[in-house]
């Protein structure tokens, strides 16, 4: 049979804080590798699968390109990149970590973040379904921007590399499920999941 393929609107790139210039007529244009050239082949990746198709898509260069909060990519891959200096934190004071032992803790549901993560993490394998059915790959770009959020919110509340072992275990552990997914939805959009930034 036939693929099935999805047309999107077009795209208009920023640069400076100005629209670039193309002329149809003129014959020019920029290509898809000129945009990877210029923001980098993750950037690119994750602005064009970014909008639903049928939404205007500004596709602002300087953004793409800034290692800032603002830029949506780089704040979901920094957010699996901490995740992984966590462990190399833990090796380097030499703190144990069990994973088992992690798992079988009672997690602090008390606490909004906690909760607001698991909640994150268990919604993962039928928004992936839903994105999939659609052929609407910009549900997973907005869940993972929400997914990291959500940690950065449970990592500013809380400590893991404590002294207590089960308290560190069943941090670690939910920092290593959040980690997990992650790299799982980063996959999935041919996004890389950078170990240190």
């Not at 002329?23 to 050239?37: N, Q, V």
């Not at 606490?111 to 992936?128: V, Y």
């Amino acid at each position: 049979g036939y693929p099935e393929y999805v047309l999107h609107q077009m795209v208009t790139v920023m640069r400076g804080g100005e629209e670039v210039k193309l002329s149809k007529r003129a014959g020019s244009y920029l290509t898809l590798r000129d945009l990877i050239d210029e923001a980098g082949r993750d950037a690119t990746r994750w602005f064009l699968v970014a909008r639903k198709p049928d939404s205007q898509l500004v596709f602002d260069i300087d953004l793409a390109r800034s290692q800032s909060l603002d830029n949506p990519v780089y704040y979901v891959q920094l957010s699996h990149a901490r995740i992984c200096g966590l462990l190399r934190q833990l090796a380097e004071r030499g703190l144990g970590f069990d994973l088992d032992n992690g798992l079988a803790q009672p997690l602090d549901l008390d606490s909004a973040a906690t909760l607001e993560l698991l909640t994150s993490i268990s919604r993962w394998p039928e928004l992936l379904a839903t994105a999939g059915q659609l052929l609407e790959p910009h549900l997973v770009a907005q869940y993972l921007l929400e997914l990291a959020q959500a940690f950065q919110s449970y990592y500013n509340d809380h400590q893991f590399l404590v002294d207590e072992a089960d308290v560190r275990d069943g941090r670690l552990a939910l920092a290593l499920a959040t980690r997990q997914v992650l790299a799982n939805g980063l996959a999935v959009l041919g996004v890389q999941a950078p170990e240190a930034m």
